[in-house]
Nanobody, 115 residues
Framework: QVQLVESGGGLVQAGGSLRLSCAASGSIFSINAMGWYRQAPGKQRELVAA???????NYADSVKGRFTISRDNAKNTVYLQMNSLKPEDTAVYRC?????????WGKGTLVTVSS
């Protein structure tokens, strides 16, 4: 079992920045990858960014150049630095950890970007 606790969401004006954190605990040795999904009202869930234990990183095209995912192995924490935020980034962001074949999920944190 893996437990995930997110923090860092909130309200920000367009052009601003936020940093999300996701701290993992439990069977962290089994984690293959961690990352963030988001879902806005009326829209499908979207993979925002992910990082594997091998260091491979993927981003959604919509956030490339603005968002950066990173990890602190000592703290078992993954971060999502979000810069140049746009109103269309408004969504609930959920952290996940993939431990094959199971996905574990955080509760989600709301990010609201005002125009």
């Amino acid at each position: 079992q893996v437990q995930l606790v997110e923090s860092g969401g909130g309200l920000v004006q367009a052009g601003g920045s936020l940093r999300l954190s996701c701290a993992a605990s439990g069977s962290i040795f089994s984690i293959n990858a961690m990352g963030w999904y988001r879902q806005a009202p009326g829209k499908q869930r979207e993979l925002v960014a992910a990082v594997t234990t091998g260091g491979s990183i993927n981003y959604a095209d919509s956030v490339k150049g603005r968002f950066t995912i990173s990890r602190d192995n000592a703290k078992n924490t993954v971060y999502l630095q979000m810069n140049s935020l746009k109103p269309e980034d408004t969504a609930v962001y959920r952290c996940y950890a993939f431990s094959a074949p199971v996905y574990y999920w955080g509760k989600g944190t709301l990010v609201t970007v005002s125009s």
